[in-house]
């Protein structure tokens, strides 16, 4: 995702370091990934059972072979031939206007050879459902303004774009600056 998003000179996460700070709390009521796992052969759902969550299964028919030579690299069972997709990373946040918890959308991402064939349109939809299940009051999220073809499927899915809206962010240097400031 860093390099599509022409980021990497920001990319410092470890696997060591997401495993021990992104999955060691329950699905909700923190940060929650939504794992897009695709395979040749049908998924056993007997498997996959948790107390906070049903993970979704659909059956999608895509036109094959889809090359990924990275296949290898996104493939958590070398066993058998399911590969991840794709993910969608969000969290709860709090819009005070609506007096009601939302969820906030960092990153959602389909991996190149599996764009434009529904994929993020499932990961998008999987979080919507969970929202309205839970009676969340909003999902939002930012979106680069170079990645009209994003942009143009937000809106597609009855997303509003708020070109009035800026992005804050205090990090590095900035954020130690205002630590130091007195209160």
Known sequence: MAVFERLTHLFVATEAGLASTLFNSRPFQAVTVFLLEI???PFSTTDATSPDFTPFFETHNVDLPIEDPESQDFSPDK??????????LFFPNYPSF???QGFYIEDIFVREPYRRKGFGKMLLTAVAKQAVKLGVGRV???????NVNAINFYEQM????FKEWRLCRLTGDALQAIDKLSI
């Open 39 to 41: 395979s040749r052969s």
């Open 79 to 88: 066993l058998n031939d399911v590969i991840v997709a794709g993910f969608v």
């Open 140 to 146: 939002e999220w930012i979106v680069i303004d170079w």
């Open 158 to 161: 009855g997303a509003t774009v």
């Open 98 to 100: 609506l007096a009601k």
